[in-house]
């Protein structure tokens, strides 16, 4: 199917269209613009069952349109008197997703291996820990230095120092039993 055109003609704002995608998707939506050089359909779904200053809007590449029928036309979906835009409300989403993106970066080890990152992992389920270069530090006391066997943990309490020798002992027979190598 040519997804730029609509009898002939390219995608005009406004028209209300029934969608269905390749990947099985079907949904009712307004076009709000079609950009020809990323073949993207900007598109506000479910314009029967809006209401307030919320949409749902959905960003489509028109090649997974397997078909659509035309609805109707209705009147600019941009008309600035009828749009709110909650600019706090964006920034406090943009903040909160970069904040969430920082502290799933720091739980990345940088140069180690798949099982030091496992063994990392199954620390932080159950105890506070982070990354000293590819030092796993745990509860800001105990040390697991490479190769991340029990013999490599050193520091903190012995209850805390034996406790994270335990976890370790049982995330590499888990690793072990799945194949993992050291």
Request: aromatic residues 6%; glycine residues 8%.
């Amino acid at each position: 199917m040519d997804a730029n055109s609509f009898g002939g003609e390219e995608f005009a704002v406004g028209c209300i269209l029934s969608i269905k995608t390749t990947l099985g998707d079907e949904f009712d939506g307004q076009i709000i613009t079609f950009d020809r050089p990323s073949n993207i359909l900007v598109l506000q779904e479910g314009i029967k069952s809006v209401s307030g200053p919320r949409r749902n809007i959905r960003l489509l590449k028109a090649n997974y349109i397997k078909e659509f029928s035309y609805l109707g036309q209705a009147e600019d979906p941009l008309n600035s008197k009828k749009c709110y835009l909650d600019l706090s409300a964006l920034q406090a989403r943009e903040e909160s997703a970069i904040r969430q993106a920082e502290i799933e970066a720091e739980r990345l080890g940088v140069g180690v291996t798949p099982v030091a990152q496992s063994i990392f992992d199954a620390l932080s389920k159950t105890l506070p820990v982070r990354w000293d270069k590819t030092a796993i530090v745990v509860m800001n006391e105990v040390r697991v230095s490479s190769p991340y066997l029990p013999e490599s943990v050193a520091g903190g309490t012995p209850a805390a120092n034996e406790r994270v020798r335990k976890v370790l002992e049982l995330e590499r027979k888990r690793l072990q039993s799945r194949g993992g190598s050291q």
